[in-house]
């Protein structure tokens, strides 16, 4: 197409047809001043104050939402332009309140700035208009509708970036405003308090409630989000020693949004319940101790333990909220110092099936994707996963496909989940019949002729096998087994198979079941038979849960891989990793999560070191997880909180935040991205980099670092793809298949279709325990919940009892109604939850969002003695319900 | 039709919603204004039904709503009183016959007496300044309006005004 050639402010510029009058100015480095105008939201050309005359016919344009005509002569600040956007803005501040002295906005108002640019004086008085302040009772933010300059910045961003639409215009002429539905509190509506209208908003008619300082602040530090493996790049406010503010990051590639734990939760930094002084036990509690005796304590023991009992009864439980640089340090003093493979990190929990599915199938734990590609698929299956509540971003990304992008969306879940609202189909299998249904999506593609023939036959090994599996397999007892029609599932099998670029996103739901390892093959046998892998826009996306959930495995901080997603047992693996590391390693197996506890009930294991987990909180069964590490010999933990495992600890080691050191999160999508150090540690707080080292030296076995630098340096050497800072380690293309460019990891062989195993038929309902008990990720609580209900904010806005939702005709049966306080009993232990019914679970299932740390969900849970079925543990139980007199307060 | 029937089934807007779905999301006001035809206005409760239908935000089904003025959320009464406040009528005493029929019905300005006989609206200049002070009642345009008139004028329940 051929560029469009004007003049603006003399100087002649041309752009492509299409481009507006302010696209073009300001690449040409033209200013021109800007309110409703934002460059991620669709054009609205509502306050005009972008106004330009064109000197070729005198017409005064909107220049936001004009495009570039040829021959226009733009004049962006001819007398007449100045004159009409003074006007405007006049106008504006007319009915605007006169209180900016005193507004939180502060700097930062957009109105404000410009009145400065245009030398239109506020008059200055300090009288605050209370009456346009909506009475909210939520903690995060605030809304003045008298500073409302009706910009729709807000609307658009709720509607346009996180796509949940709870505010729209109200009312016409003067009495318009941004309102929710029914005019209802934010608390009430649909609100997420994600706070990215907040971020958009130009004035101050939208600010987070109860800044923890006003006015404006010096300096920002460009930070990834603690919380959650979305990866948002955060900007982290700080004003002495101390992180005031937190705004959506300025990464380029980031949507100016984060969900509410970014934006709000993460004030746990400044809890004073941080630990701060190394802790060492004494009979019931722990006296305050230097660092120096501290590590003298840890280090003896550790020795000790090696010595008497051996390497093998020591093990190291990590943390996916550590950094990348932590995780590799984690398991290179495991493997070289301690001596042995016992060493797992928390995301073991949901993921350890998964990753052993993804393993058996590419030869790697593992596989990313960039999130972005979700935008570029036209059809989407989302099966078990409630993103809205686990993954924002994702969810995010998934509601803008769907409703800018038109992609196609299927939602696989027994539960309503925040996409239903979006789902073109949507498919409610029976708890824990997934597997049947995959098979059976499988069974359809093939039959139907739709699979991506060259494909299999180029790039897959193991068909055969698949087809085998499927012969005498029948639609009919799928569709018996599911609940869903025969007719539905091959609806949804066509849809999928013929869909040009089709995407997966798989959560708990497919990973946490008895069988999450075939489920997550199963869903793979869909990608592989169909070409949607390693191909923009069509991909799988595991949803995982910590920041650094993918890079704690990357940095081989897991029993059976090393760095690199590389194998332990694989010798020229092993080999490399010996060289650099001057040593033989220890090829026993080692013990994951689980199998750690397990092994320290029976006194296999004797000693141990946690760092940022809190498993006697977030295990099965958390009364036997106590007192297997209130058994042992030595517990140290490096925490930056008082957890429920720390109290059991021999030393307790004061960790410092993501806040207070640098490093590097690796998200979901495979993104490896700097944290960086805002404010100094709490008291004598270190970075567990600098704990490990300094234990490491203790005992007398120093590692050959010290700064994240030098280890990262090493990373480097040893991982080819994380080479680049700000890379991202993505699989796709077929660059990947010849093993391509360095970043890229080589593959062993051609990925494998598995054969899945015939379909058991439920397990016999025990008359005992009648109802199924799911787990439920929820927005405001994160992990065993030690950060997020130490959030301030976060932790005010979560109910103080815990909630179990309930099918109406349950409840009906049960003579319960919503309000209710029930016992809720499993074979392992009791619970007492507030009834909420809630007309979209199925019948039988019983809802229980996961909350705060006062409620021990897992303790209702049975502990699994296996690997791979620690995670389904924590996901699904039986239980019954009795109505209780308690008062519902909590746990009992 | 009948008039008093101000509660619409749940299944009866499933049909209209229905209907108008085959023709896509821009079919919301036709929608709208075929449910307020049907139920003489649109109960709040209705919204989210149509949001989930078409697809489209409640609070942008609401922001439609709230933009047009001959949409309402709240019943209406059987008869719509349009009372003057022109120039020509406020000089001559409109301001009085506001307050009495405010006064004599129990309710506001914009709002419906609790029987839902009437609402009571005010408008610019009815164009009948020859008759000033005016009103109209429905289709029905009554002028020289004084205090006894207003009495006589609003009827008792179960007499009718000529329709709207
Ligand atoms: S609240 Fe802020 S963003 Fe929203 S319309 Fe008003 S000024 Fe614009
Ligand atoms: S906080 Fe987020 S969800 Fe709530 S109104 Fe603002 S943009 Fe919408
Ligand atoms: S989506 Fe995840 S990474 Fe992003 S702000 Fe929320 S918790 Fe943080
Ligand atoms: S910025 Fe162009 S019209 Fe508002
Ligand atoms: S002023 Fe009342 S009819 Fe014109």
Known sequence: MQAVTLTINQQEVSGPPGQTILELARESGIAIPTLCHHALLSPLGGCRICIVENEANGALLASCVTAIAPGMIINTRSPRVQEHRRMILKMMLASHPDSCLVCDKGNRCELRQLAAELGIGLIELDRIPQAAVTEELNPFLVRDGSKCILCARCIRACQELVVVGALDYFGRGFKTKAATLFQAPLENSACTFCGTCVALCPTGALMEKEPLYRGSVGSAVESICPYCSCGCSISLEVKDNRVVRVMPGKDPGAPESLCVKGSYGCDFIHSPERLTVPLIREGEGFREASWKEALAVAAAALQGIRKDQGAESLAFFGSANCTNEENYLFQRFTRTVLRTNNLDNGSSLYYAAARRGFHEVVGFPTVTYPLGDLALADLIIVIGADPTASAPLVDYGIRRAVTAGGAKLIVIDPRETGLAFFAHRRLQPAVGTDLALLKAMAAVIIEENLTDREFIARKTENYRALLRS???????????????????????????????????????????????????????????????????????????????????????????????????????????????????????????????????????????????????????????????????????????????????????????????????????????????????????????????????????????????????????DLIPFYRDEGSEVNLEGDAFWESGPDRKPPLKRFPAFTAIGDLLPPPAPNPDYPFILLAESTLFHAGSGSRSARSPRLSRFTPHYCFVKMNRADARRLALQSGDVVAIISENGRLTAVVSCDGALPEGVLSLPRSRIDHPLAALFSSPVEEDALSSALKKCYVRIERSGNDGSGAS | MDREHHEMSRSRLEEIIEEHCRRGRWALIPLIQEIQEENGYIDPAVIPVIAEKLKIFPSAVQGVISFYAQLYTEPRGRNTIRLCRGTACHVRGGKTILKLIKERLDIEEGETTADLEYTLETVACLGVCALAPSMMINQQVFGRMNPKKVGQILKRKGEDHEPA
């Open chain 1, 470 to 716: 499927l012969e005498g397999f029948s639609l009919e007892s799928a569709a018996a087994a599911t609940g869903i029609s025969a007719a539905q599932i091959v609806d949804a099998a066509r849809l999928y198979a013929t869909a040009d670029k089709g995407a997966i996103v798989f959560g708990t739901g497919i990973m946490q079941q008895a069988r999450g390892v075939e489920a997550v093959k199963a869903l793979l046998n869909l990608a592989l038979l169909t070409g949607h892998i390693w191909r923009e826009g069509g991909g799988i996306w595991a949803l995982l849960r910590e920041c650094n959930a993918q890079g704690a495995g990357d940095m081989g901080m897991l029993p059976n891989f090393l760095p690199g997603r590389q194998d332990l047992q694989d010798p020229p693996a092993r080999e490399r990793f010996e060289a650099r590391w001057r040593c033989t390693l220890p090829t026993a197996p080692g013990k994951g999560a689980a199998e750690m506890i397990t092994a320290a009930e029976k006194g296999e294991i004797r000693g141990m070191i946690v760092a940022g987990e809190n498993p006697a909180a977030a295990f099965p069964r958390s009364s036997r997880v106590k007192e297997a590490l209130g058994g042992l010999d030595f517990l140290l933990v490096l925490d930056i909180f008082m957890t429920d495992t720390a109290g059991l600890a021999d030393v307790i080691l004061p960790a410092a935040s993501f806040a207070e050191k640098e490093g590097a999160f690796t998200g979901l999508d495979g993104r490896v991205r700097q944290i960086r150090r805002a404010v100094d540690p709490p008291g004598e707080c270190r970075p567990d980099w600098q704990i490990i080292l300094e234990l490491a030296a203790a005992m007398d076995h120093p590692l050959p670092f010290s700064s994240p630098g030098q280890i990262r340096k090493e990373i480097e």
